[in-house]
């Protein structure tokens, strides 16, 4: 009998029983390389099959994203930028509010006879960006507060109520 297997068996050593594990799924060949082997290998691109370091994040040449701590630093860049546009668009919405109130104002003393408020719109200068929106916004919030205040003072303040009979 030949002892010529064992040769072949010795020169292979448990690798076929790691590519059978690895052709059954068992497990993975990133496991079973070391830290060193891993560094060398470079990581592929699925859109455009560009080979890119290890630790890339972010293919190198169509910029997909090829990492789960590129993924993550993507969703927080569009968390952020969701959240500044929701500021603006509340922003927006207080002025528009702001707007719509002083014109209503306006036409209400008009049509009882009243002399009319003066008619103040508010806007912004859309080329210095958010920065003049939420100027804009804040100066709204300021006389929507101050004309509160005014409303409480003559309407709800027990010294200033009259009895009309």
């Known amino acids: 009998m030949s002892k010529m297997q064992y040769v072949y068996v010795h020169a292979m050593g448990n690798e076929g029983l790691r590519e059978l594990e690895i052709a059954k799924g068992i497990r993975t060949r990133e496991e079973t390389l070391s830290p060193a082997q891993i560094e060398l290998q470079p990581k592929y691109c699925p859109i455009c099959k560009e080979s890119n370091k290890h630790n890339a994040k972010f293919c190198f040449k169509c910029n997909f994203i ?11 860049k569009e968390a952020e930028e969701s959240k500044k546009k929701m500021q603006e668009l509340e922003a927006k919405q207080e002025i528009l509010q702001a707007n719509a109130a002083n014109v209503l104002g306006t036409l209400m003393a008009a049509e009882m006879g009243a002399k009319p ?44 109520r009259r009895l009309v009979i």
């Open 66 to 76: 090829i990492s789960k701590e590129g993924w993550l630093e993507d969703k927080e």
């Open 117 to 160: 408020p003066r008619l103040e719109i508010i806007t912004w200068n859309s080329d210095k960006g958010s920065e003049g929106l939420f100027k804009a916004a804040e100066i709204t919030r300021a006389k929507n507060q101050a004309r509160e205040r005014d409303h409480q003072q003559r309407h709800h303040n027990p010294n200033n």
